[in-house]
């Protein structure tokens, strides 16, 4: 299958997606976290999903242990900007938070993933 209709296929299944868990998301309580669960899981799994399916488990385990290590990074980033954009503003705060993402999510690839 080729890569357009690969990103084509992902793109309209995990925009499905997102809909339909935003709109579950939308009866829960509290809203804050309607987008939350509505964004990145959405996606990952959608994304997953195709790639097993296109390309074969091999490939999928190797996409999904990167989306393990983005989703430690973005627990640090999350940490980090709640108290940086207290601090620093929220341009300065999120870009010197991005740093907190970027050296655990870029450190456990070196470490187990390469």
């Not at 357009?4 to 997102?18: D, E, K, N, S, W």
């Not at 579950?24 to 976290?33: A, C, E, I, V």
């Not at 939350?36 to 959608?46: E, I």
């Not at 973005?74 to 970027?102: E, N, R, T």
């Amino acid at each position: 299958m080729s890569s357009a209709v690969l990103l084509g296929i992902r793109a309209i299944a995990a925009g499905t997606l997102v809909v339909a868990i935003s709109m579950l998301s939308d009866r829960l309580k509290p809203k804050m976290f309607a987008g939350l669960f509505a964004g990145a899981p959405s996606v990952a799994t959608v994304s997953l999903l195709v790639s097993g399916i296109a390309m074969g488990a091999a490939k999928d385990a190797n996409a999904a242990s990167g989306m393990i290590a983005g989703a430690v990074g973005l627990v640090f980033f999350s940490l980090a900007a709640a108290v940086l954009v207290k601090h620093l503003g929220a341009i300065a705060g999120s870009a010197v938070a991005w740093l907190a993402w970027a050296i655990p999510a870029f450190g456990l690839y070196w470490l187990f993933l390469r």
